[in-house]
Antibody, heavy 118, light 113 residues
Framework: EVQLAESGGGLVKPGGSLRLSCVTS????????MNWVRQAPGKGLEWVSS????????YYADSVKGRFTISRDNAKNSLYLQMNSLRAEDTAMYYC???????????WGQGTLVTVSS | DVVMTQSPLSLPVTLGQPASISCRSS???????????LNWFQQRPGQSPRRLIY???NRDSGVPDRFSGSGSGTDFTLKISRVEAVDVGVYYC??????????FGQGTKLEIK
């Protein structure tokens, strides 16, 4: 069974940093593009970042470019999101999601909540 | 960026009746490879999103056949043949033809009348 489990969320002050993790199991992690998608409270879904299976292709939404860094460790079946210079508008549930056969977001984790507030 | 526009944004439906959600894109979603990468997601209350449909009309594993997707170019539809109580939630379309970025519709909230 495919499983994705995010962690690392919490309360952080504006300008602060946080590192999210997504530990996976049930599939060959090193074969799949992985993604981060977020959802502000009561709002819709917003794509944040994607990383190819070997980490050689990386993409970011304009809203996080220059502040967030996506990475992965295929030996640990894990995906990460380093978030710096956090803003109130970054407050959201952050989900990791797996691509499958060139079709995105086939599986999702349960999410981890990031709250940016003073 | 491609803008995805859903309608209606709120959809009250009687149990057992059909439901239909429209999704329009600001440009054609036909990819250079000939495929159309339009996806539908369901998010039940308090749960993570779940993909229902990919490439316009392909149901994901475990998705009941009362869900169907159709459309082409810039106009797409998600249909539920007979709404059940478990279908309550928010439905999103998303394009993955012209990415980055992936772009979602605003969401359609389905509720039981």
């Amino acid at each position: 069974e495919v499983q994705l489990a995010e962690s690392g969320g919490g309360l952080v002050k504006p300008g602060g940093s946080l590192r999210l993790s997504c530990v996976t199991s049930g599939f060959l992690f090193s074969s799949h593009t992985m993604n981060w998608v977020r959802q502000a409270p009561g709002k819709g879904l917003e794509w944040v970042s994607s990383i190819s299976n070997r980490g050689d292709y990386i993409y970011y939404a304009d809203s996080v470019k220059g502040r967030f860094t996506i990475s992965r460790d295929n030996a640990k079946n894990s995906l990460y999101l380093q978030m710096n210079s956090l803003r109130a508008e970054d407050t959201a549930m952050y989900y990791c999601a797996r691509d499958w056969a060139s079709n995105p977001f086939s599986n999702w984790g349960q999410g981890t909540l990031v709250t940016v507030s003073s | 960026d491609v803008v995805m526009t859903q309608s209606p944004l709120s959809l009250p439906v009687t149990l057992g009746q059909p439901a239909s959600i429209s999704c329009r894109s600001s440009q054609s979603l036909v990819h250079n490879d000939g495929n159309t990468y339009l996806n539908w997601f369901q998010q039940r209350p308090g749960q993570s999103p779940r993909r229902l449909i990919y490439k316009v009309s392909n149901r994901d594993s475990g998705v009941p056949d009362r869900f169907s997707g159709s459309g082409s170019g810039t106009d797409f539809t998600l249909k539920i043949s007979r709404v059940e109580a478990v279908d309550v939630g928010v439905y999103y379309c998303m394009q993955s033809t012209h990415w980055p970025p992936y772009t979602f519709g605003q969401g359609t909230k389905l509720e039981i009348k």
